[in-house]
């Protein structure tokens, strides 16, 4: 089983990218390939997911843990394959984004990543959000979000912080920016604060980033 590899990326394409190891090139399929440093004297560590079918043996990779973890917590959805995993993965930016929307059932993200429409979103949501807090991600950000895990629910499943973020959205923060506000905001919420309370929590929280 490989876990890991280290070397100098070779070339790369579209969805993989050669890694050059002792002089042994590994075909990688991974999210983004050009992301990857192509500086000569700068190696590369890439986290693998050895992935057996009939017809072939292939390998992907991840510049994190974190996106390892994620992408085999996705192989386990119905209907997921690794190809639909890696754009996932590919689209969804960060681990954290993905996370802390299956976390939050945020169906708009999820349903526009490639692949996935809104019965599969679903279905991710479904077969993945009880499973995220049993992972062990690594970094801060991965861990911070999955405190949203099953603490989102502030009220009514999350209700009323969904309807704060929409109208901090409506004032011009991007989603990105909500969700770090709330995860500013959460550790000084009380059940029962109203959209307005959450809001202005919220603005005193983006005024200070």
Known sequence: MIDFLRGKVAFRESDYAVLDVNGVGYR?????????????????????????????????????RDEQSL??????????GPKVALG????????????????????????????????????????????????SFSSPEAAVALSVVGSAQLTEGGHVWSEAKEALMTLGYTEAETDRAWLQVKPKTNPGDSVDVLVKLALQALYSM
């Open 88 to 135: 996932i993965l590919a689209a969804g930016g960060r681990p954290e984004a993905v996370i802390l929307a299956i976390s939050q059932e945020n169906l708009a993200f999820l349903t526009k990543l490639p692949g996935i429409g809104k019965k599969t979103a679903q279905r991710i949501i479904l077969d993945l959000k009880d499973k995220l807090g049993s992972v």
């Open 28 to 64: 990688v399929f991974c999210p983004n390939p050009y992301a990857l440093s192509h500086k000569e004297d700068e190696d590369v560590t890439m986290f693998i997911h050895y992935h057996v079918r009939e017809d072939a043996h292939l390998l992907f990779g991840f510049i994190s």
């Open 71 to 80: 992408f085999r917590l996705l192989l386990d959805v119905t209907g997921i």
